[in-house]
């Protein structure tokens, strides 16, 4: 037996915690969206066993880019962070000029670049935070920290006011985390409150005016989702379903919203959990990724370098947030935003990048067992960032 947990542990590297979280919810999202996709394959005439393969292969895609990603040294990615923030970036405003939310892949579905970007401004922002350690407290960091987080998710928002919304929130969490200066980031929260406190009264008095501004169709949408004139039918089946689940649930496979409910394999997973399961087991899988985030802060305590623990702190972060906002929708909530449950609902792109994110900080903890030094962590950083050096010298020249 001792010797079957030493070889797992040499082919998983990294928190074994995490590698047994992912497992379960792997195996919890084979077994609901396969529950789930019976209204998905009737609406677009496709077999339900043929939606199911696909599903498969893309978590057995995605169980790849994981284990990569464990394996391959965290410090080795900074030098790609700003290139890779940049075709983002650019990504983002490709689908807003051809006024998509993704790009068609002939063969293998759909690319949603907002996924990709939210993980690469968490990961970019890691990096710029421990560049900027000795200056976090003045004004110009403070700057060259926002300013890609605003490009990113003003770019997100048009595509989903509620994905911009777990980004900029999942940014400002680790920013306080690193400890900005407060002033700032006061003055920020206030901006924001502001621009969405105005935003909101414009499309609660002129919504088909506001639906004519570019961009502002689904900040519009956003708001009637949130602050609906009448319940949504999908929120009144879930209530439905969840008024006859009980504290046991219905057994699995015995589903009857799988049947009628738009997006139940993808928004509304949860509440197929929790009318299959019960209240018992969707407390379960709610509390798995309460320890999953706390798995999270545990490699960033232990991190030997600012780097990892910033990484590890903002994918947490980002998964966490976008768990309980999906459990609260599933919950029966008012809302409807449109955001799948990491790990269980059906999705390429979201499942991909959620698992990349999840093995690089699998990689953390496995090189903090190596005890690697903080040194060689922030030596390999500074190496890949010759625009920090630039800027350093400016400075020293004004000096």
Not at 257 to 268: K, M, R
Request: aromatic residues 12%; positive net charge.
């Amino acid at each position: 037996m001792d010797k079957q947990i030493k070889t797992g542990r040499a082919f998983l590297k990294g928190d074994m915690g995490i590698w047994i979280i992912f497992i379960l919810l792997m195996l919890i999202s084979l077994v609901e969206v396969y529950s789930a996709i019976g209204n998905e394959a009737y609406t677009i005439d496709k077999s339900t066993f043929g939606l199911f393969i696909k599903h498969f292969i893309t978590i057995a895609f995605s169980f790849v880019c994981i284990y990569t990603c464990s394996q391959i040294s965290y410090t080795k990615i900074s030098k790609f962070l700003a290139p890779l923030l940049l075709i983002s970036i650019g990504l983002l405003i490709f689908v807003l000029i051809i006024h998509k939310r993704w790009i068609p892949i002939p063969g293998f579905g759909a690319f949603q670049p907002s996924e990709m970007a939210k993980y690469i401004l968490v990961l970019y922002m890691a990096r710029e935070l421990v560049l900027l350690k000795d200056r976090l407290k003045t004004k110009e960091a403070f700057i060259r920290i926002i300013i890609p987080v605003g490009i990113v998710c003003g770019l997100i928002i048009p595509q989903s006011a509620t994905a911009a919304g777990i980004t900029f929130l999942s940014c400002f969490l680790l920013m306080i985390i690193a400890g900005m200066r407060k002033k700032y980031l006061i003055n920020l929260a206030l901006i924001v409150g502001i621009s969405l406190t105005i935003a909101f009264t414009l499309t609660s008095k002129y919504p088909e005016q506001m639906k004519n501004i570019p961009g502002m169709d689904r900040i519009t949408e956003g708001y009637e989702r949130i602050f609906p004139q009448e319940l949504n039918i999908q929120v009144k089946n879930a209530r439905l379903a969840l008024g006859t689940a009980g504290v046991m649930g219905k057994g699995i496979g015995n589903s009857q919203l799988a049947n009628f409910q738009p997006e139940a394999h993808n928004d509304y997973i949860y509440t197929i959990i929790l009318e299959e399961g019960g209240f018992l087991f969707g407390f379960v899988v709610m509390l798995l990724y309460m320890i999953l985030l706390y798995r999270c802060f545990m490699i960033a305590k232990k991190s030997k370098g600012m780097f990892g623990a910033f990484i590890a702190i903002g994918v947490g972060l980002v998964i966490i947030i976008q768990s309980l906002i999906n459990m609260f929708v599933g919950s029966g909530f008012r809302i409807v935003t449109g955001q799948t449950l990491p790990f269980i609902s059906k999705g390429g792109t979201s499942y991909m990048f959620a698992c990349i994110a999840l093995g690089v900080v699998l990689n953390i903890s496995s090189q903090g067992e190596k005890k690697e030094s903080y040194d060689e962590d922030m030596e390999e950083v500074n190496e890949n960032s010759s625009l920090d050096n630039l800027i350093q010298t400016k400075e020293e020249e004004n000096r």
